[in-house]
């Protein structure tokens, strides 16, 4: 009994959740700006504290990971041109016209930001993880993948 009334809970919990994220979603600007804002205080948080740039170093890797899904195609298109059966632009005006789809879509990759913010700003309340780092090794090695990434 006392496990179908935390199903229950649950599920109440997750329609609310969809309920106000299917209201936001056509609210781009606003939810961009609001992720913009948690991040502000992310950094604000760390650089005041001095500490959690572990937790910074993960967030900026996640980030770029998820960055670099939304600037990716779905397909990707190979360079020869061989196979029929392949992805590309129309080159006459009978060819099929195909959209450029992300593998990322704007709101998967809104969403999954907001709750990676959310999440490193509730592990900095916490001291156990503050993990002590030499953090410049960790801004050079961020560049460094960065670069190579791009």
């Known amino acids: 009994m006392n496990s179908d009334k935390n199903v229950s809970n649950f599920t109440r919990l997750e329609i609310f959740i969809q309920y106000y994220l299917d ?54 298109v190979s360079l020869d041109d061989n196979n029929d059966n392949e992805l590309r632009l129309p080159t006459k005006s009978t060819d099929e016209f195909r959209p450029f789809m992300r593998r990322l879509p704007e709101f998967k990759f809104w969403y999954t930001t907001f709750k990676a913010l959310i999440i490193c700003l509730f592990l900095t309340l916490f001291s156990i993880f503050n993990i002590p780092v030499v953090w410049p090794v960790l801004v050079i090695y961020f560049i460094v993948l960065f670069i190579l990434t791009m």
């Open 23 to 76: 209201r936001i979603t056509p609210f781009i600007t606003f939810r961009w700006l609001f992720n913009l804002f948690l991040f502000i205080l992310f950094c604000c948080r760390i650089i005041f504290s001095h500490s959690f740039y572990i937790i910074a170093y993960a967030l900026g890797i996640f980030l770029l990971s998820q960055f670099l899904l939304f600037l990716t195609p779905k397909h990707e």
